[in-house]
T-cell receptor, first 116, second 108 residues
């Protein structure tokens, strides 16, 4: 199947700093990428949909100025958590669509963010 | 919001078939049923999807009722590595809204 990578896999940052997470589709062109957040023992929550070359569409309740998304190429999307606070600590997962099968999303391994 | 309902947890004996049900009574005609699973602290893994007909691949089988209001994922011979949270998602192929999923535990 198609491969999606994320970097870093884990990051610890201090409160007030910004953190950038990269999501790459390694063997296919991803016309659309999605960003999710998952708290412990909870399900994935969709944060935003990112289409290459256009502005991301954010889900209700997700602050676009806090979670900056850039999808500059067909293989790379980035999520920047700005002015991070401890409550932003979570598991961030990206997915990409654009493979052979309609609608099928390929998920990255996730990034564990801890804000101290 | 998620449009699916799944049991919170299930157990299955190793080597036996695991049947995971999902209710999606408000599914629209252009929505597919997707199944993914998530092993602890990893990204979800695609299993199978379908629209109307039953589907089978190397991982599992998907049985969709004729009225499309429910489906069942079948893992024919469960192994310990199949222990995971299984998510049933209905989608037109755009956004995925995850429900709470079913935590499947395969017992030796």
């Amino acid at each position: 199947g198609a491969v999606v990578s994320q970097h870093p896999s884990r990051v610890i940052c201090k409160s007030g700093t910004s953190v950038k997470i990269e999501c790459r589709s390694l063997d296919f062109q991803a016309t659309t990428m999605f960003w999710y957040r998952q708290f412990p023992k909870k399900s994935l929550m969709l944060m935003a949909t990112s289409n290459e070359g256009s502005k991301a569409t954010y889900e209700q309740g997700v602050e676009k100025d806090k979670f900056l998304i850039n999808h500059a190429s067909l293989t790379l999307s980035t999520l920047t958590v700005t002015s991070a606070h401890p409550e932003d600590s979570s598991f961030y997962i990206c997915s990409a669509r654009g493979g052979r099968t309609l609608g099928e999303q390929y998920f990255g391994p996730g990034t564990r963010l801890t804000v101290t | 919001d998620a449009k699916t309902t799944q049991p919170t947890s299930m157990d299955c004996a190793e080597g036996r078939a695991a049947n995971l049900p999902c209710n999606h009574s408000t599914i629209s005609g252009n929505e597919y049923v997707y199944w993914y699973r998530q092993i602890h602290s990893q990204g979800p893994q695609y299993i199978i999807h379908g629209l109307k007909n039953n589907e089978t691949n190397e991982m599992a089988s998907l049985i969709i009722t004729e009225d499309r209001k429910s489906s069942t994922l079948i893992l024919p011979h469960a192994t310990l590595r199949d222990t995971a949270v299984y998510y049933c998602i209905v989608s037109t192929g755009n956004q995925f809204y995850f429900g709470t999923g079913t935590s499947l535990t395969v017992i030796p």
